[in-house]
């Protein structure tokens, strides 16, 4: 089981920026990818950017620039930077671990519970 923690959510003015951080913990073999998604009100969840354990990076078709994923400072942690804020960012994002029990086992998809981004006008 994987449990992921994110943070660095919260209020800020357009234009500004945020760095949201996710935390992965618990019973795991190995991590193989990890990344960000958000929910924007009246839309389904979207990807924003993921990380495989092999570097590589995928974005989301409409929102590359702004948003830049890498790994953190400690292992199983990855950061997402969003820079030029709009209020169309506002929205619920979410954190996601692809993980493997043990070697051989199929990997599982594990979710946070998200973190509110708010931007004001």
């Known amino acids: 089981q994987v449990q992921l923690v994110e943070s660095g959510g919260g209020l800020v003015q357009s234009g500004g920026s945020l760095r949201l951080s996710c935390a992965a913990s618990g019973t795991f073999f190995t991590i193989y990818a990890m990344g960000w998604y958000r929910q924007v009100p009246g839309q389904s969840r979207e990807l924003v950017a993921g990380?495989?354990?092999?570097?590589?990076?995928e974005s989301g078709d409409s929102l590359k620039g702004r948003f830049t994923i890498s790994n953190g400072d400690t292992k199983d942690t990855v950061i997402l930077q969003i820079d030029s804020l709009k209020p169309e960012d506002t929205g619920v994002y979410y954190c996601?671990?692809?993980?493997?029990?043990?070697?051989?086992?199929?990997?599982?998809?594990?979710w946070g519970r998200g973190t509110q981004v708010t931007v004001s006008p």
């Open positions: 996601k671990a692809r993980a493997g029990s043990a070697p051989g086992k199929i990997a599982e998809d594990y």
């Open positions: 990380l495989t354990s092999a570097g590589i990076i």
